[in-house]
């Protein structure tokens, strides 16, 4: 058993579990904005109509918290594949998920503020 | 038909690092030799050369060797497989420490293997007679009991290579499903407990370099995928 506590699950299982769960919401999420694209003339009047709908709202809200758990666990992965200074590692996963936390409070206020 | 090879040499004992030097080989038009045995007349040129080898058939695991960038077993891999690319470059298995030459330390290696507890565990009373097994429980085995632990394929992956001290491994963890499914074995519990953290098996990713380098034609991917359902079952 090797012990860890700087990813986001409670152990392996649970990073696999997550980082898939989160994979599958982001693609659906792709395709929801990619048939919005597909099948609307995109002006400002269709793009806010679009984003002001509950269910839009919800599926953004989900998918930002997806990318910040998705990002979590892939890039703790990555920094530990290839950073092996601690400390260097360390600050490098803080700026990361310090930026997917940005993305996430920037998106909560620009959909629902 | 003259083949040039270009060796890795290291002696840590009179060379500050690593170098290629280069050889050449006389090889009989319309012949083949295993890379081994072209191994052996290189070391008649030049005796310092060193690697291990032993049963040169495929079955002892001592002479796994990197050849043209493809980990493989020296004795069982043809000279015509490698010909016709440029200079025929032999390597020792990247990931482990270099001892010598084509020799590296396989003791990480042996760690990962040991780590996973490679024995039979059984709580309950002995039988009387033989442990018996059905045909299909003993099928359950096929794939697996084979692996002859030459290193070739957690030395062509990248996750042995970045954590070789957390990572077990594709052959620790093909050893690792031998015994999780051994119907005679019954500390499943406590071996799936021990592999349930985020390095151990989870840092497999599936590319499976080990299926394309094993020598026997396992496939530890396919063992380490059975390992995550496990584990998966066991924990939702």
Known sequence: MVTNAATFGRSGVHDYILIRVTAVILTLYTFYLLGFFAFNEVNYLSWTSFFSGMFTKIFTLLA???????????LWQVLTDYVKPVGLRLACQFGLMLIAFVYLAAGLSIIWG | MKVNFSVYRYNPETDTKPYMKAYQLDVPEGSDMMVLDALILLKEQDPSIAFRRSCREGVCGSDGINMNGKNGLACITPLSDLLGKGDIVIRPLPGLPVIRDLVVDMAQFYENYARIKPYLINDGLPPARENLQSPEEREQLDGMYECILCACCSTSCPSFWWNPDKFVGPAGLLAAYRWL?????????????????AFSVFRCHGIMNCVSVCPKGLNPTKAIGHIKSMLIKRAV
């Open chain 1, 64 to 74: 930002l918290l997806s990318m910040l758990i998705h990002a979590w666990i892939g």
């Open chain 2, 181 to 197: 499914a051994d119907s005679r074995d019954t500390a499943t519990d406590e071996r799936l407990a021990e592999l349930d953290d």
